[in-house]
Nanobody, 116 residues
Framework: QVQLVESGGGLVQPGGSLTLSCAASGITFSIYAMGWYRQPPGKERELVAS???????NYADAVKGRFAISRDNGKSRVYLQMNSLKPEDTAVYYC??????????WGQGTQVTVSS
């Protein structure tokens, strides 16, 4: 079955860095667009960053210049490098795999907390 497993979350001080990783299995990874979403406490889930099958990237305005998404098709992994973290980046971060207009899969999420 399809599995997306996130890792790398945790507690970090403001200004710090974290790298999230998502390992995919059960899909032909290279043909899926991949994305990272987040859900802050009490708010709706929102797109953070995405990368297409050919490597085009897109970022939410709130993270442009601080976060970087990348993918490794050979390892079936997608990464989110997060720098200059702010308290407002605190959220559960979810990995997403999408193909076509209606097929998508989600990971279970990993908690990122930015606090001093």
């Amino acid at each position: 079955q399809v599995q997306l497993v996130e890792s790398g979350g945790g507690l970090v001080q403001p200004g710090g860095s974290l790298t999230l990783s998502c390992a995919a299995s059960g899909i032909t990874f290279s043909i899926y667009a991949m994305g990272w979403y987040r859900q802050p406490p009490g708010k709706e889930r929102e797109l953070v960053a995405s990368v297409t099958t050919v490597g085009f990237t897109n970022y939410a305005d709130a993270v442009k210049g601080r976060f970087a998404i990348s993918r490794d098709n050979g390892k079936s992994r997608v990464y989110l490098q997060m720098n200059s973290l702010k308290p407002e980046d605190t959220a559960v971060y979810y990995c997403n795999a999408k193909i076509g207009g209606s097929v998508e899969y989600w990971g279970q999420g990993t908690q990122v907390t930015v606090s001093s």
